[in-house]
Each structure stands twice: as structure tokens, then as C-alpha cells.
């Protein structure tokens, strides 16, 4: 008699790796960004003895006028404190309207949204240059260009925050009559009480490092006397300056983290 024939189940498919196909397609993208923008990598390597000999004109910080830099220092921190204070305003203010539970009808919660979105899109130093040409020199324009754009973002943490917020802890409060303002008040605030802290927190941090390059462009502060010190060739005062922006930067940077630490 014949043998009977054991039909064997297919072997299973070996699984489609995509590394190759995004490997390709990354080359494929770094080549044409680097073929469109004309980068000559020629020139940047035989240009590493020029950037080296600028840098060296940076290794003798001069800190003789150092009592100076701290108080344009402080100037900064000032405009970036009062720039996050205008920013955390608006926010409040708009973020209710922008979160979809809480916006009193859907016309309310797109206006908000599209104002929040506009904020973010408007760079704070394309600000800080329409409000020096309007304002004139000073930390005025610095504080109201990282007002307005920390807003957007803030805004818009706030809202998601609000939208996370447990529906039962909305109804609840609405359960004893209270408005859409003691709502937000009394129910939305405090349950993001220490996520919006945390938030507060990170926007300071950022405004202090923009704030230094606010200066740049006339909005007052450290930024503006290294502005000054770059455009006179005065490279020592300038890496005073610097390193005196740095040390600052690291220790708020440090310190929000601690505290951000400690909320969580």
C-alpha cells in the first residue's frame, strides 16, 4: 500500500522590517535637504582653523565690570518674570474658553483656540522687533513679546489640563448651581493646581533664556550689552557676559527642576 502523505502547514511568513525602507528614505531626505541648501561640507571642514581662532578670542573673560552685569542680569530675570506673569493672565483668561468641556458654545471654544495657535505661530523675537520699532528700546518690548507668545503655549496646557479633569468632579460642583465661572473656579482650577505649577515653572525657565536673546534685538537686559560688546569687538567683556548669562541659566534651570521634583 502507498504511504499516506502528511501535508505540513505552511511555514509563517517572515514579519516585514521596515528599518531598511526608513533607513532609505531618511538618506534620501539628508541628501536632498543638503543638495537644496547648497551645503558644502568642503567649506566647513576647511573652515574648522577660522571657527577655532574666533573662539580663542573668547578665553580671557574680562569681569571688571561685573557689579554691571549683575544688574542687567537682574533686568532680564525682571523681564522674564513679568513677561511669564502676563502670560499666566491671558492664559487663565483664555484657557477656559479653549477647553471643549468647559467653552460656553463650539463659536467660543474655535475663537480661543485659533487666538492660542496664533500666539504660538508669532516668534517672541519677531515680536520683541515690532514692539522696539513701536515702543523704542527698553524692556517693555521683551516683556510683552514673551507674554504674548507663552500665552499660546500656556493656554493650551491649560485647556488640555481642564479637559482631563474628571467629569465627576464637574458634575458634582454643578450639581449645587453653580455658573460656568465657579466651575472653572472651583472645580477645574484646583484639580490642576499642581500641573499648572509645574508649567509655570517651564515657561519661567524658558523665558530667562529668551529674554538674554530678546537683548539682542534692543529688548533691554544682559542681551543688549552683548550686543554692544560683539558689535564693538570687545570679545573679553563679551565672554564675561556670556559666561555670566550661562552660570544663570544652569542654576534656574536647576532650581525649577528641584522644585518640579518636589511637586511631583
Known sequence: MPKATVSRPPLPKKPFNPTSVWLTAWLVLVWLVVFDLELSFETLFSGMADIAEYFSRYSTPDFTDLPKYVQLLWQTVATAFWG???AFVMSVLLAPFAARNLAPNPAA???????LNFMRAMPDLLLALIFVAALGLGPLPGVLALGIHTA????KFFAESLERVDGGIYEAVAATGASRSQLVMYAGWPSIQREALGYMLYIFDRNVRMASVLGLVGAGGIGLALHDTLRMFNYDQSAALIIVILVTILIIDYLS???RGKLN
Open 84 to 86: 511669564s506673569a502676563l
Open 257 to 259: 527642576t528641584w522644585i
Open 152 to 155: 499660546g503655549f500656556l493656554g
Open 109 to 115: 471654544y474655535r475663537i480661543a483656540r485659533e487666538l
